[in-house]
Nanobody
């Protein structure tokens, strides 16, 4: 059974940086894309960044230039380096894995979700 576990959330000041990590603590996935989603209070999950199993990365417009996604497909791990955080970046951050990067980017995850990690940015 696949089990995605996020870590690295917390309380930071506006303008700070934070790195989120996600690891698969269960059965290994082969050639899956992985990615990150943001859920602001009272809103749905929105795509932030995704990376294919062979290292191709894609970002949302709000993340482009501020966030960097990296991953290790062999170890089923993915990280999200977030810079220049603002109060609008507050919320839950979810890790996901899906066979195709397009499914991550299109918010059509056909695989697995983590439980989420909370990020709070104070202004």
């Amino acid at each position: 059974q696949v089990r995605l576990v996020e870590s690295g959330g917390g309380l930071v000041q506006a303008g700070d940086s934070l790195t989120l990590s996600c690891a698969n603590r269960g059965a290994a996935l082969s050639r899956y894309a992985m990615g990150w989603f943001h859920q602001a209070p009272g809103k749905g999950r929105t795509f932030i960044a995704g990376i294919s199993w062979h290292g191709i990365a894609q970002y949302s417009a709000s993340a482009q230039g501020r966030f960097t996604i990296t991953g290790d497909s062999d170890r089923n791990t993915v990280q999200l380096q977030m810079n220049g955080l603002t109060a609008e970046d507050s919320g839950l951050y979810y890790c996901a894995a899906s066979p195709m990067l397009a499914e991550i980017v299109g918010n059509r995850v056909n695989g697995y979700w983590g439980q989420g990690t909370q990020v709070t940015v104070s202004s």
